[in-house]
C-alpha cells in the first residue's frame, strides 16, 4: 500500500531563518506530487506541483520554491523565511493521468510551521 | 476559472442532529467533486467523490450527490456523532491535463453530546 511521509511535524523558526520541508512517498512510482498551505482559519492554497523529477510548477509567486530530486521525494524550501509563511504545510500526491480527472489526491500529516 | 463555494461556519449540532453542508461549485467541462475531511492536527482525508452528473458518493454515513443543473454537492448526513466533528472540505478536479484540485475554504463542524 501507499504511504506519505512528511518531516518535520511541527517548526518554530525565526523570520530570515531558511526552511526545509520534506515530503516523500512509498508504494507507487513516478507520482504527481503537490505542496499546499494552509493559513489559519483559511482553505488549501496549491504552492507547487510537480509530475516528474526536476519538474516543478509554481502557482502563486512568493519567496517559497520546492525541488524533486528523487522520483518519490518533494522538498519545500525557503532562504528567508517571512511572518506570512506560517501556517500548515500539506503534501499530496496522485497517480498520474493527464486527461483523467478521476483520481484522488492523497495527503500527508502535514507539518505546522510557526515564523516568529 | 474553477472555484468551489462552501457555506461559512462553524456549524454547531447535537448529537443525532442532520447534517447538510452545502457546496456549490463553477468549472469548465465535466470535473469530478470530492468532499474530504480533517480532522484536528491532522491532514486531509478523502470522505467520499463522484465522478460524474447523478452519481451519489457515500461513505461513514455521508452523502452528496453530482447535481449538474444545480452545480452543487452538497453534503448530508442523517446522523452526526461528536467523532464527526472536523473541518470539511468540498473540491473538484477539472477535465483535462494533470489533476489540479480546487478547494473551498472549508466548513467547521462540531457536535456536541
Known sequence: SQTIHQWPATLVQPVGSPLSLECTVEGTSNPNLYWYRQAAGRGLQLLFYSVGIGQISSEVPQNLSASRPQDRQFILSSKKLLLSDSGFYLCAWSVPGAGVPTDTQYFGPGTRLTVL | ?113
Open chain 2, 1 to 113: 476559472g474553477n472555484s468551489v463555494t462552501q457555506m461559512e461556519g462553524p456549524v454547531t449540532l447535537s448529537e443525532e442532529a442532520f447534517l447538510t453542508i452545502n457546496c456549490t461549485y463553477t468549472a469548465t467541462g465535466y470535473p469530478s467533486l470530492f468532499w474530504y475531511v480533517q480532522y484536528p492536527g491532522e491532514g486531509l482525508q478523502l470522505l467520499l467523490k463522484a465522478t460524474k452528473a447523478d452519481d451519489k458518493g457515500s461513505n461513514k454515513g455521508f452523502e452528496a450527490t453530482y447535481r449538474k443543473e444545480t452545480t452543487s454537492f452538497h453534503l448530508e448526513k442523517g446522523s452526526v456523532q461528536v467523532s464527526d466533528s472536523a473541518v470539511y472540505f468540498c473540491a473538484l478536479i477539472r477535465s483535462g491535463g494533470y489533476q489540479k484540485v480546487t478547494f473551498g475554504t472549508g466548513t467547521k463542524l462540531q457536535v456536541i453530546p
